[in-house]
């Protein structure tokens, strides 16, 4: 074996090992995804929120009614209207809600839509909770159909009631949102914030539509 001397073992000290262009790029890569990952799943992750609901049973007691023959002339209208839009209706048990409820069937339904009443709760899991909500539900349901003829789905959400009704909202994609309001005065609002005021500027996936309460003494729309 031949003897190295200082000046050879000075040089081979010095002297860096060859790197693969291909590992370096490779490790380069690596390092960029993984760096793109913390930016990405760190917010998403943050912003998580738990979602529970639970949908509700409705009565079918009134079948539908039998689509009519359409013209020739309404054949562009017959698509949308044989199609049937999504209503999404906010509702409690309070009168400002279901005089909502009441306009939205007057001016807003007609027949082959479909109303998707919802309802924020505190815990899907109580079940006093849903069988009041039930109850409620199916009042309203029935109304629906004699009125309008129009069949329902409902569903109660665990949450806030604005974020729910916008939740749904994105879920649904309807061509309305209705909400009430609960009779509160502009500073009231302000201060203490409302649902609708929330739906009116968090809810993107449809327009929404706020009715006013009813004042004491108002007659029933329905």
């Known amino acids: 074996m031949a003897a190295v001397n200082e000046t050879n073992f000075k040089i081979l000290l010095t002297q860096k090992p060859k790197q693969n262009n291909h590992q370096k790029e490779i490790f380069h890569f690596s390092d ?12 998403v992750m943050e912003n998580e929120e738990h979602y ?11 079948p539908p009614s039998p689509e009519p023959e359409p013209e020739p002339e ?39 839509d479909t109303i998707h009443l919802v309802h924020a709760v505190s ?11 039930q109850g409620m539900m199916e009042k309203l349901a029935v109304e629906a159909l004699e009125v309008a003829m129009v069949r329902s ?33 502009l500073i009231q609002s302000v201060l203490h914030g409302s649902v609708s005021e929330y739906c009116f500027h968090h809810c993107k996936s449809a327009p929404v539509i706020i009715v006013p309460g009813k004042e004491a003494g108002d007659v029933s729309l329905i």
């Open 32 to 43: 960029f995804s993984s760096k793109q990952k913390e930016k990405t799943m760190e917010p």
């Open 74 to 112: 309404l054949e562009r209208e017959r698509g949308d209207r044989r199609r049937g839009r999504d209503i999404l209706i906010a509702v409690d048990h309070g009168p400002n809600s279901k005089h909502a409820f009441d306009w939205a069937l007057i001016h807003l339904c007609r027949l082959a």
């Open 52 to 62: 529970s609901w639970r949908e509700v049973k409705l009565p079918s007691s009134i």
């Open 123 to 133: 815990s899907v899991n109580n079940e006093i909770v849903y069988e009041t909500s």
């Open 153 to 185: 789905e409902a569903r109660i959400v665990e949450g806030d009631a604005g974020k729910v009704i916008c939740r749904e909202a994105e879920r649904l994609k309807p061509a309305a949102v209705v909400v009430g309001t609960r009779g509160r005065s």
